[in-house]
């Protein structure tokens, strides 16, 4: 079984900044992407930013140039460093994790349980 755990989140004043971590553990056998998602009450789950085993990046544009993404590839690990915070950021960010695992056939998602964000004065 895989677990994504998640850690970081939690109330910024606009313009601050935070740093979210994930470590990914169980019976995985290959990590092929790594990544962030955010959603908000009434709306779909969004993509942030993902990196692949390779390290190839892909952000949403509306945190490039503010948000960096990063991954420990021996530790099954991603970071999402969140600099100039905007009260639209405010969501709850869900660890994305496409995988091979033990008692998996094929390639398989997983999501972490989320955590909040909030930007507000």
């Known amino acids: 079984q895989v677990q994504l755990v998640e850690s970081g989140g939690g109330l910024v004043p606009p313009g601050g900044s935070l740093r979210l971590s994930c470590a990914a553990s169980?019976?995985?056998?290959?990590?092929?992407?790594m990544g962030w998602y955010r959603q908000v009450p009434g709306k779909q789950r969004e993509l942030v930013a993902v990196i692949r085993s390779g390290g190839s990046i892909i952000y949403d544009d509306s945190v490039k140039g503010r948000f960096t993404i990063s991954r420990d590839n021996a530790q099954n690990t991603v970071y999402l460093r969140m600099n100039s915070l905007k009260p639209e950021d405010t969501a709850v960010y869900y660890c994305?994790?496409?995988?091979?695992?033990?008692?998996?056939?094929?390639?398989?998602?997983?999501w972490g349980q989320g955590t909040q964000v909030t930007v507000s004065s």
């Open positions: 169980g019976s995985i056998r290959s990590m092929y992407v």
């Open positions: 994305y994790a496409l995988m091979t695992a033990d008692m998996a056939v094929g390639v398989t998602s997983h």
